[in-house]
């Protein structure tokens, strides 16, 4: 029986998918240890620190990822990062192969006058820092005035959007980091402006995300409907049966009702955001609309406009992804998830990708596998292992519970690794 050791960078929803593919793949004959590495303490990926906290239900993929974990051949070794702890070179000569499931953790810029302005910020950094990474723990969002815009047309743009504009009281039950609860309760935002630079049928919002959007209890959610009906009439009788969808739902909210509520969140389509402007922090946005320029006056941007591969380890990116030919990067170097493919599609959609990228993989293994490596004795980093994870895991949720959240974060990596200790 041959025994391959394969190197897993990333513990997100693809790197947990490529180990679940390789499972899949084990025969009599075939069999593979697989270390998977990760360099926060905590894994899942963008599970953890980008799903909308008020979208718990999406998170449960978290006990698939927990299953393939402690199927018996997988070993975690969080709070390792690959260029820091050890080098991808150094992997690539230990393993039989490496899979790099490192997502796209950088926010694409807009490119304009004044992006660099205080309180111009990135979805990138806004939403990690609502959902309690590490990294971003100490970003400041300033939320004292009255006026917030989101640029983009996305399910991250509609995310910060919504977390921006609902009562705060809403995310008590959700696990919302405990600093952005705080900064949200506080917040003066009552208007909140998101703004596609083309019209509703170019949108890449998904309808499910848009039909949830009256159930707000505090927030009238405005749309112009005739910008929608012009929509409606451009694409025709027959339109695609997504687009047909998310126009659908974009008409209904337009039909709503409203009610005395204070918020308001308002889609804007047909803006181009031409500069950023501000004395010393964000006080306005330019666009450049159909009917000429217009200036929305605000006190914070939070551009969503994609994401791609952060530059590490050596290797080339190239058009909102690592580059490669369907997922082999070179020698025994692969790639799965975002970093593969860009930053586009649901959990689901990295899991038969992974499975295609395994199935490529184990074609061009070698005759002979390489002995097994012990990662760990390489290591100076302290280590968080599965079980290790599983109390950080356990304590939080355990301190959640009390407060009706299903977890209560952990945020500094020293909390996370004494939770770990306990
Ligand atoms: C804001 C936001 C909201 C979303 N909401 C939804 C949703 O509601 N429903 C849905 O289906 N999809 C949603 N998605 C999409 C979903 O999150 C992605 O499809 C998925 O997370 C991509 O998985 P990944 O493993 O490729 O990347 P990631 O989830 O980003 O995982 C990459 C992992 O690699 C680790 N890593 C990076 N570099 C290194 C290194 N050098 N060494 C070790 N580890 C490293 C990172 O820490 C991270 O844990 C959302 C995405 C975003 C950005």
């Known amino acids: 029986m041959a025994k391959y050791s394969i190197a897993i960078i990333g513990a997100g929803p693809s790197g947990y998918f490529a180990a679940q593919a390789l499972q899949n793949l084990e025969t009599e004959e075939l069999n593979f240890s697989i270390d998977l590495i990760e360099r926060l303490p905590t894994p899942w990926g963008l599970v953890r620190s980008g799903v909308a906290p008020d979208h718990p239900k999406i998170k449960s993929v978290s006990k698939v990822f927990e299953k393939v974990a402690t199927a018996g051949n997988v070993s975690l070794f969080g709070n390792v990062e690959v260029g820091r702890d050890i080098s991808l070179e150094a992997l690539k000569t230990k393993y039989d192969a490496v899979i790099l499931a490192t997502g796209t953790s950088e926010g694409k810029q807009l490119g304009i006058p004044g992006e ?34 989101v640029i983009g047309a996305g399910n991250v743009a509609m995310d910060v959007a919504r977390l921006l504009a609902l009562d705060p009281s809403e995310l008590d039950p959700t696990d919302t980091a405990g600093h952005a609860i705080e900064s949200f309760k506080k917040s003066k935002i009552r208007k909140v402006y998101i ?100 200036t929305i006056n605000c006190g914070i941007v939070i551009s969503a ?59 061009k293994l070698s005759k002979e596998p390489k002995a097994k490596f012990d990662l760990g004795s390489a290591l100076d980093a302290k280590i968080v292992t599965q079980p290790i994870w599983e109390k950080i895991n356990s304590a939080e949720v355990a301190a959640g519970e009390a407060l009706g959240k299903p977890r209560l974060k952990a945020i500094s990596r020293e909390d996370l690794l004494g939770l770990g200790e306990g």
């Open 195 to 294: 703004c596609a630079r083309r019209g509703p049928e170019f949108a890449s919002f998904t309808s499910p995300e848009l039909r949830e959007l009256p159930d707000l209890e505090h927030t009238n959610v405005l749309i112009n409907k005739e910008v929608i009906e012009a929509a409606i009439k451009r694409v025709g009788p027959e339109p695609e049966k997504h687009l047909k969808s998310n126009l659908d739902a974009m008409l209904k909210i337009a039909s709503n009702e409203l009610h005395p509520h204070e918020r308001t969140m308002e889609f804007l389509f047909q803006h181009v955001p031409s500069s950023i402007d501000g004395q010393n922090k964000v006080e306005s946005v330019t666009f450049s609309t159909p009917e000429g320029q217009k």
């Open 305 to 363: 406009i994609g994401y791609q591969p952060k530059e590490q380890n050596g290797l080339k990116v190239e058009s909102n992804k690592l580059t490669n030919t369907d997922g082999h990067i070179e020698d025994n170097i692969y790639v799965v998830g975002w970093a593969k493919r860009g930053p586009s599609g649901v959990i689901g959609t990295n899991k038969s990708d992974a499975a295609d990228v395994a199935k490529l993989l184990v074609s």
């Open 116 to 149: 660099d302005l205080p309180n111009s910020l990135s979805a990138a950094d806004f939403v990690p820092w609502y959902n309690g990474h590490p990294d971003y723990a100490k970003l400041t969002p300033d939320l004292s005035s009255d006026t917030a815009v």
